[in-house]
T-cell receptor, first 116, second 112 residues
Framework: NAGVMQNPRHLVRRRGQEARLRCSPMKGHSHVYWYRQLPEEGLKFMVYLQKENIIDESGMPKERFSAEFPKEGPSILRIQQVVRGDSAAYFC??????????????FGPGTRLTVL | ELKVEQNPLFLSMQEGKNYTIYCNYSTTSDRLYWYRQDPGKSLESLFVLLSNGAVKQEGRLMASLDTKARLSTLHITAAVHDLSATYFCAVGGIQGAQKLVFGQGTRLTINP
């Protein structure tokens, strides 16, 4: 029973390049969440998606960041024109469908992005 | 804006001692989660607390929730070195939203 999968686990980009982070939710889960963790800090919510829909993007920076969760395939968090301040660990979590209010979120191993 | 505050942020203790980590939050919620994170690793779910007065225990860890006081505690009994990690509380269900709002984390170091 595979858990939440993320790839790559480590990603190095130079300033101005694009970063694409992928997340495959647990089997049977249709809700995906992205969080960012800066060094020595807690996780900060970025976006909540269901298949083909963005439900809550209140934590997404207004520029350069986008997310999608297509009907087929993993969820993707895309960061355009990366800057050094984007260096962080990006965690994806998933939860099952149904009555969502109490659905526990299960976290993936994270992608550690380093911007040179 | 919801604030979730943990204290202490750093805790160094000896094996065999007891201690409590506190998690205060600023708005009404009936969902409180505790996670453990080891360095460079992901988050491991420890407890899900869904109602006022909820108490859950697993091994040397016990978590409780007081929704009226907007306070959760994580109590460590007779600490052992393996419990060294960073512990996060997270609050969910604010105004029906699914997102979790995390505290800053408590870095726990247990010395032999």
């Amino acid at each position: 029973n595979a858990g939440v999968m993320q790839n790559p686990r480590h990603l190095v980009r130079r300033r101005g390049q694009e970063a694409r982070l992928r997340c495959s939710p647990m089997k049977g889960h249709s809700h995906v969440y992205w969080y960012r963790q800066l060094p020595e800090e807690g996780l900060k919510f970025m976006v909540y998606l269901q298949k083909e829909n963005i439900i809550d993007e209140s934590g997404m920076p207004k520029e350069r960041f986008s997310a999608e969760f297509p009907k087929e395939g993993p969820s993707i968090l895309r960061i355009q024109q990366v800057v050094r301040g984007d260096s962080a660990a990006y965690f994806c979590a998933s939860s099952p469908p149904g009555r969502g209010s109490y659905n526990e979120q299960f976290f993936g191993p994270g992608t550690r992005l380093t911007v040179l | 804006e919801l604030k979730v505050e943990q204290n202490p942020l750093f805790l160094s203790m000896q094996e065999g001692k007891n201690y409590t980590i506190y998690c205060n939050y600023s708005t009404t919620s009936d969902r409180l989660y505790w996670y453990r994170q080891d360095p460079g690793k992901s988050l491991e779910s420890l407890f899900v607390l869904l109602s006022n007065g909820a108490v859950k225990q697993e091994g040397r860890l016990m978590a409780s929730l007081d929704t009226k006081a907007r306070l959760s505690t994580l109590h460590i009994t007779a600490a052992v070195h393996d419990l060294s990690a960073t512990y996060f509380c997270a609050v969910g269900g604010i105004q029906g939203a699914q997102k979790l709002v995390f505290g800053q984390g408590t870095r726990l170091t247990i010395n032999p």
